[in-house]
């Protein structure tokens, strides 16, 4: 006290040392006496994120001491962003309502698609089946017993033509779930566009298009990295003044989260892999702000509230540094980072599913306070099947109740200024860019994906989450803590094996009633395109049109390329 007095006299006792003496006060005095209470034994004393990040009893404007407000937070719709990329946010529009959809044949998913549509969705979100996300057709061995399964099985433009009957692609933005294959299925949707009437430069949407968090954490690659990087980036150049509303990659951290990353993993692994698709875009010759606007990200929502809201701030202000000091964008829209959510997955138990609703609700919550473009909020069955009807439109009306009855987004950034949010927000910064800089030092992402340096950092971290599952550390209820008998689930959506026989009879027509000697033209002019140097989307398009199969085009580049044969860990 006596320090504090003697500053008094110097006339420099400031605001935050009286803070600081009364926080030391409230500490000695009240919280230490509370010592018992049993949450704190539960926890062993321990008190931490999702990520590991220590979280105090309190905090004050101590804890956001040397922080400037205009550097670190600044305005909605200015650099760096953190505040979100827009300067009104909800209040000039909701965010695109795009729930992931997609199962058995392409008339099936359409029926599912203007059910949703009609219930109030804004966007659709394609979920392809496991043959089509590695470029095998329905019919080939490789595909028995998955067509249809996880998604809608495509196997040519005639599919695709079904997949959108009746949709106004002019009207509603699509983003596809699609990696190795991104190339066929875009040229697919802008063949489809030009049959509706609707020029390429009208079709608004995204394509997944991010190989790398393939080799890292979800498996579904065809081609090695080098040639991979060659689509994406041919993609990025042909885009740009073909299809320019197009996203044209979703460069993705929810997969990395699925996996078990932290969520300081998933920003600065994701992040990783957006400063090589920038470099590997600007090598090939384009300039930044002729691709950075159209870059949009992926990212999971989990559990840990305040994290995942601190999380979305922090990625959105760590990108803008890293293209406006590392690449030097100059467009204001090349420093935003614009990113879909879908609620955890890998949080959805079995056990007692409707408690998943509630995970979910919190879920799009922290998605929503932390300023998403896009929303996907899983289904309260996903952990047992594909959801149901039901389970889809609750799940809809989960993301339609935030947006219009909790007021939640009639102010841009409402939790802006939480001393722990914000500390948690520069913590995550902090952390991630510790990793950017050891990936950095490794050789950057392809590098340390090939030396399994980011596999390694995920497996670690999936290991510790689940042995705290396991031990009781971390309370996920239903599964480890208040258990119930329950009776075995009915009514589950289920895919008939009938789906993969009628794909394999859809193709044999395809291939009886297309021009055979203009397929196999187009497919010759695709090899030589890949052999050389040029754009692989022209003659991509030019086979689809033709009604090339999906599995005949990526067996071209299969042939010219190879394939991705992962080393061991």
């Known amino acids: 006290m006596n320090t504090c007095v003697n500053n008094a006299r110097m006339g ?33 004393e321990n008190f931490e994120s999702g990520s590991g990040i220590p979280i105090k009893p309190l905090y004050t404007p101590v804890d956001l001491e040397g922080k400037d407000y205009e550097e670190q937070l600044g305005f909605p719709g200015e650099f760096p962003f953190t505040r979100g990329v ?43 089946d496991l043959p089509t996300q590695i470029g095998y057709d329905s019919d080939n061995e490789l595909s028995a017993g998955e067509v249809g399964k996880v998604g809608v099985a495509i196997d040519s433009l005639a599919d695709m033509e079904t997949l959108f009957d009746g949709i106004p692609l002019d009207k509603v933005s699509t983003s596809m779930t699609i990696n190795a294959p991104a190339a066929v299925l875009l040229a697919m949707y802008i063949a489809v566009g030009e049959k509706h009437g609707v020029s390429s430069k009208e079709l608004d949407g995204t394509i997944q298009n991010d190989l790398l968090k393939e080799y890292a954490a979800r498996g579904t690659y065809i081609y090695p990295p080098q040639p991979s990087m060659r689509l994406i980036t041919d993609i990025f150049a042909y885009c740009k003044d073909n299809v320019p509303k197009w996203n044209t990659i979703s460069i993705s951290g929810y997969h990395i989260r699925e996996a078990g990353s932290t969520a300081v993993q998933e920003v600065a692994f994701t992040l990783a892999d957006g400063i090589a698709y920038v470099e590997a875009a600007i090598k090939a010759g384009l300039d930044v702000d002729d691709f950075a606007p159209r870059l949009s990200f ?43 959510t879908q609620t955890g997955g890998c949080t959805l138990t079995a056990q007692q599913p409707d408690n998943n609703v509630v995970r979910v609700t919190l879920q799009a919550l922290a ?20 959801p149901t009807e039901d389970s889809v439109r609750i799940a809809l009306r989960t993301q ?27 913590k995550i910064e902090e952390q991630a860019a510790d990793y950017i800089k050891r990936i950095d030092e490794i050789g950057g992402a392809v590098r340390a994906i090939e030396q399994g340096f980011i596999q390694r950092e995920i497996e670690d971290s999936a290991y510790k989450y689940q042995m705290s599952i396991e031990s009781g550390d971390r309370t996920v209820v239903g599964l480890n803590k208040f258990q119930i008998k329950e009776t075995a689930p009915k009514g589950l959506l289920k895919v008939d094996e009938a789906v993969g026989r009628a794909q394999c009879e859809k193709i044999k027509a395809v291939k009886a009633r297309r021009d055979n000697a203009a397929v196999k033209a187009a497919l010759k002019d695709l090899e030589t395109a890949a052999k050389g140097t040029d754009n692989l989307m022209p003659p991509i398009l030019a086979a689809v049109k033709q009604y090339a199969t999906l599995g005949e085009i990526c067996d ?14």
């Open 86 to 128: 827009q300067p009104t946010m909800y209040r000039g529009r909701f965010w695109t309502m795009r729930q992931y959809a997609g199962f058995a044949s392409a008339e099936e998913s359409n029926k599912r698609y203007k059910m949703l549509l009609g219930s109030g969705q804004t966007g659709l979100s394609v979920a392809f």
């Open 12 to 44: 420099v006792y400031t605001l935050k040392d009286r803070i600081k003496e009364t926080t030391g006060r409230w500490y000695k005095e009240v919280y230490e006496k509370s010592v018992a209470d049993p949450r704190r034994k539960e926890r062993r």
């Open 556 to 569: 071209v580049m299969r042939d010219v390329f190879g394939e991705y044969k992962p080393t061991g860990m």
């Open 367 to 386: 998605a929503v306070l932390g300023g998403t473009q896009s929303l996907h909020t899983n289904s309260r069955d996903e952990a047992l099947a594909l």
């Open 400 to 426: 339609q109740i935030i947006a219009y009855e909790s007021g939640v987004c009639d102010t841009v950034d409402p939790l802006a200024g939480s001393y722990y949010l914000e500390s948690l927000c520069d």
């Open 298 to 340: 992926f990212f999971n929502s989990h559990n840990d509230f305040l994290e995942e809201i601190a999380k979305f701030r922090a990625a959105r202000r760590l990108w803008a540094k890293i293209m406006k000091d590392r690449f030097g964008a100059k467009n204001p829209r090349s420093l935003m980072l614009r990113f879909h």
